[in-house]
């Protein structure tokens, strides 16, 4: 089992920053990828990014070049750095992981991230 918990919503004005985190804990050895996930009202959840245990990355094409995430594995979290805010990155953010050798899934709870034009 692993839990996540992320954390760093809110409501920003275009063009602003968030760092969102997520908090992951359980059985941390077994996870291989963390990544992020949106799902915006009326739109299916779309990756956002992705980090592997062994450090390789990968976005969205919306979010290339804006987004950038990052793992501590010292601490146990996943971070994502949003950087030129749009209003139409307005949606809740989810934390994922994905277990070693296997197609299971853990997401978190979900935080809201609203960009006001």
């Known amino acids: 089992q692993v839990q996540l918990v992320e954390s760093g919503g809110g409501l920003v004005q275009a063009g602003g920053s968030l760092r969102l985190s997520c908090a992951v804990s359980?059985?941390?050895?077994?996870?291989?990828?963390l990544g992020w996930y949106r799902q915006a009202p009326g739109k299916q959840r779309e990756l956002v990014a992705i980090v592997t245990s062994g450090g390789t990355t990968n976005y969205g094409d919306s979010v290339k070049g804006r987004f950038t995430i990052s793992r501590d594995n010292a601490k146990n979290t996943v971070y994502l750095q949003i950087n030129s805010l749009k209003p139409e990155d307005t949606a809740v953010y989810y934390c994922n992981a994905v277990i070693r050798y296997s197609q299971v899934n853990y997401w978190g709870q979900g935080t809201q991230v609203t960009v006001s034009s």
């Open positions: 359980g059985s941390i050895s077994s996870v291989n990828a």
